[in-house]
């Protein structure tokens, strides 16, 4: 497997599995997974070489990075979201019985807990779109980072 490969998969499986996660995904409300997914794919495409990578690398891989990203959290989502259904049904029949929660509220968290197949169908597509630029702006953003420094020269005045 190629090196430019191996960096795009590392990225997205950064990016894939942080952003499935129920608890650390909230993160990704400012995109972090996904443009940290970019930057460490731009990272990678860096290491080894002297020169500095192209913008056009940098973006190409950051984008393939989200987009096998999303591809990753949609394989990861479902087996959590049928590990949390029973809590999320749990949860929904509770508030249902109490009576200082509004009925649509109740409603809406009862929705929200049967609809897992359309769930995880709506979050690979958002995070396809997502991924697709923020990635991108993220290998962007990591090439300047991780731009090797050049050596200092010279100038003799002579």
């Known amino acids: 497997m190629s090196s430019r490969a191996q960096a795009i998969l590392i990225g997205?499986?950064?990016t894939g599995v942080l952003s499935a996660l129920p608890i650390v995904s909230v993160a990704n409300c400012c995109c972090v997974w996904l443009i940290g997914g970019g930057a460490i794919t731009a990272y990678l495409l860096q290491q080894g070489q002297s020169e500095p990578i192209s913008l056009a690398d940098a973006s190409v891989g950051g984008c393939l990075a989200g987009v096998f990203g999303a591809f990753v959290s949609a394989v990861i989502s479902v087996p959590i979201q049928l590990l949390t259904q029973p809590l999320q049904r749990q949860m929904a029949d509770l508030l249902r019985g109490s009576a200082d929660i509004p009925s649509e509220l109740a409603e809406m968290v009862e929705q929200l807990s049967g609809a897992s197949v359309s769930a995880v169908l709506f979050g690979f597509v958002?995070?396809?779109?997502?991924?697709?630029?923020?990635?991108?702006?993220?290998?962007?953003?990591?090439s300047i980072v991780f731009r090797p420094s050049q050596p200092a020269t010279k100038d003799v005045l002579t």
């Not at 995070?127 to 962007?140: A, C, E, K, N, R």
């Open 12 to 14: 997205g499986m950064f």
């Open 126 to 142: 958002v995070m396809l779109l997502l991924g697709m630029v923020f990635s991108t702006l993220g290998g962007l953003l990591g």
